[in-house]
């Protein structure tokens, strides 16, 4: 992937975690990143930051594994408790990213 396109990031979990610190961080960054999909097992909260961050309904999915169709290129699990099995998933659909690959999209443009 070219480090001057934006990285389309999935979002596993949009609780706490997700709203107070990663999604405003994505959103300020709009020449590096694009919110493309959200999951989260709460219809509300999948409606409510949809609309927030200009997630289509088409994109958001309460089931983590529809997330992971190929439209993102890097997932954020964020979700509470167990993180291994939505790790594990991403990886294997190729949307895993390490901290240097991020870094390295982040910092040269």
Known sequence: MSPSRRL???VIGCGAVAQIMHLPYLRSLP???DI???SDLSPGLLDLLGEQYGVPAERRFPD???LLDG?????LVLSSGSH??????AAE????RTGRE???????P
Not at 71 to 75: G, H, I, M, S
Not at 84 to 89: D, E, G, K, N, T
Not at 93 to 96: E, L, R
Not at 102 to 108: D, F, G, I, N, T
């Open 31 to 33: 020449d590096k990143f």
């Open 64 to 66: 983590y594994r529809e």
């Open 8 to 10: 389309r990031v999935g």
């Open 93 to 96: 659909a190729g949307q895993a």
């Open 102 to 108: 991020a870094r390295h999209h982040l910092w040269h």
């Open 36 to 38: 493309a999909a959200l």
């Open 84 to 89: 291994p099995p939505q790790v594990i998933a």
């Open 71 to 75: 439209e993102v290129d890097a997932v």
